[in-house]
């Protein structure tokens, strides 16, 4: 079984791109990891990528420091770069987002400036939404 669940904080606004294969948008999450030894937070950060109407319903939906929760899975592209070097690269190809508000009091500027654009769990209501999905709040 391949699945991952994180939720975090987008670095920037998705970036969506034409392929052979269709539509493609790419984006990334910070994930916050709790404090080191020392006290010192910690982040991870994950390169994600999502296909056809997911990718352009993420383009419309979602910028640059709303708090996501993504749901997908672990896939490992393999290439080659221009040198010859043989390269690996994990990402997570998303199978549904879905935009949250944090436990705790707005710290961004994100949160600060559009606390109705980023919609809890509770007010989220995929049927009436303009991100097109089955019902139960999970996009195609």
Known sequence: MNVVCISGRLVESPKIFKAALGT????????????DGK???????????????NAIAACAKCQKGMCVQI???LYQDKYFTKDGEKR?????????????????????DYDKNNPMENPTYENWDPEVSEIPGD???NMY
């Open 24 to 35: 493609i948008a790419s984006l990334s999450i910070a994930v916050y990891m709790g404090k």
């Open 39 to 53: 006290g010192v937070k910690r982040t991870s950060f994950f390169r994600c990528v999502t296909f056809d109407v």
């Open 135 to 137: 019902g139960d709040g």
């Open 71 to 73: 749901v997908g899975e």
């Open 88 to 108: 690996a690269d994990v990402q997570i190809r998303i199978k549904s987002i879905m935009p949250f508000q944090p436990f705790y009091p707005p710290t961004s």
